[in-house]
């Protein structure tokens, strides 16, 4: 279903329920059902509500076009100078967007839980509103501080390279080798299951301008670690050891930052959710969510 939220129109999809909510929150360019079911299944048989919504210019929530298809390479230089960009939106609006969704839906409080980009825009939920937050899982993230280890060149040329051609097998073959370079290399998919999860996504939208203008709400986020000491919420961050895209590093130095977060370490995860992380994931991540909840395991 479409809402306003923060202003602009957003995409939700809500299990509904009277249980505590869990409000996940994707990564870059990725839409509400990259969250595998089999996360959103274990936490509703667990007794949750557990609300999706698209990022602000990707999948079916509004997208900003009108803001232009910035310059990746002219921007990257701005950032090696010291020169403050100007993003067409922040991360801290896509904080608000969350908040917003929470607004409208008549929520209190919720759990927040982000993977990637998804993490960070969690990070600023907790920052901008922690009243609201009951709790904060930060996946495959990244405080954002200066001098963390960056990927190396190959996964960057992955990441900016762009599909050779506009028909949807290019379209096709390209995410399933961006997916085999930055997956997990001891829990590698069949690409059966790769190809399934990525048409799900392009049957629904597909927006590439939308993932540029989210890459530079990223790189202009440079303050984030100076503020993470802030943070008042119950956090667990979630990383994988072998993370080629965010490297492990990122998710230590988010753990180090926020008061009291747990560091959850699983061997063998890349930047990716196959069926056997989410499997690793559950055990700690329910029981940092019924921790939080008041609730024990």
Aim: a positive charge; charged letters at 20%; aromatic letters at 4%.
């Amino acid at each position: 279903m479409k809402i306003k939220a923060n202003g602009i129109d957003i995409e939700v999809e809500d299990t509904g329920g009277t249980g505590p909510v869990v409000v996940l929150i994707m990564g870059l360019g990725m839409q509400l059902v990259a969250w595998p079911l089999q996360l959103v299944d274990a936490l509703v048989a667990a007794g949750y509500r557990v609300i999706r919504h698209d990022n602000r210019d990707i999948g079916l929530s509004q997208k900003f076009d009108d803001k232009g298809v910035p310059n990746l390479l002219w921007e990257s230089i701005k950032l090696k100078l010291g020169v403050t960009l100007r993003p067409p939106y922040s991360l801290n609006d896509m904080a608000l967007d969350t908040v917003g969704v929470l607004d409208t839906l008549g929520i209190a409080q919720a759990h927040i839980v982000g993977a990637s980009m998804g993490g960070m825009i969690a990070q600023r939920v907790a920052l901008a509103a922690p009243q609201r937050v009951l709790s904060l899982t930060s996946i495959m993230s990244t405080s954002g501080a200066k001098g963390l280890p960056n990927p190396k060149p190959a996964i960057i040329r992955a990441l900016m390279a762009s599909p050779k051609g506009r028909e949807r097998e290019a379209i096709m073959k390209h995410y399933v080798e961006l997916l085999r370079v930055i997956g997990s290399p001891a829990y590698p998919m069949e690409e059966s299951l790769v190809r399934e999860r990525i048409m799900v996504g392009l049957n629904r939208s597909y927006a590439p301008m939308g993932t540029l203008r989210q890459m530079v709400a990223i790189a202009a986020d440079t303050g984030r670690a100076k503020t993470l000491a802030a943070v008042s919420t119950p956090t667990l961050v979630i990383h994988g050891r072998a993370d080629p895209l965010v490297p492990f590093a990122c998710g230590q130095d988010t753990a180090k930052r926020i008061p009291g977060a747990r560091l959850v370490a699983i061997d063998g995860m890349g930047h990716d959710l196959p069926p056997e992380v989410i499997d690793l994931m559950l055990t700690p991540m329910l029981e940092h969510l019924q921790t939080s909840n008041g609730i024990s395991a």
